[in-house]
C-alpha cells in the first residue's frame, strides 16, 4: 500500500501571518551591531572539543563535495 505526501502532511491549524521583524520585535530580538555579539568563548569546553568538532565538520564537508 503506498501513500501520497498529502496523506502524511499534518493539519495545521490557520494561522495569522506575522512578518519576521514583527515576530522579532515580539521576543526581544535585536539586530546584531558587533561581531562580539555573537561570540560565544565558552561554547566548547576544551580545545580538544574544539578540534574534535572542527574535524568532523570538515570530514562531512569534504564528503558532501565527492
Keep these: ?3 501520497s505526501n498529502a496523506e502524511r502532511m499534518p ?3 490557520e494561522a495569522e501571518h506575522v512578518p519576521a ?3 522579532a520585535r515580539r521576543q526581544g530580538i ?3 551591531t558587533s561581531v ?3 561570540a560565544r568563548p ?3 569546553e576544551s580545545d580538544d572539543e574544539l ?3 572542527l574535524t ?3 570530514t562531512s564537508r569534504r564528503a558532501g563535495a565527492a
Excluded: A, G, I
Design 30 to 32: 535585536r539586530p546584531v
Design 36 to 38: 562580539d555579539d555573537l
Design 51 to 53: 578540534d574534535e568538532f
Design 56 to 58: 568532523d565538520l570538515y
Design 21 to 23: 521583524e514583527e515576530l
Design 11 to 13: 493539519q495545521w491549524p
Design 42 to 44: 565558552d561554547l566548547f
Design 1 to 3: 500500500m503506498t501513500s
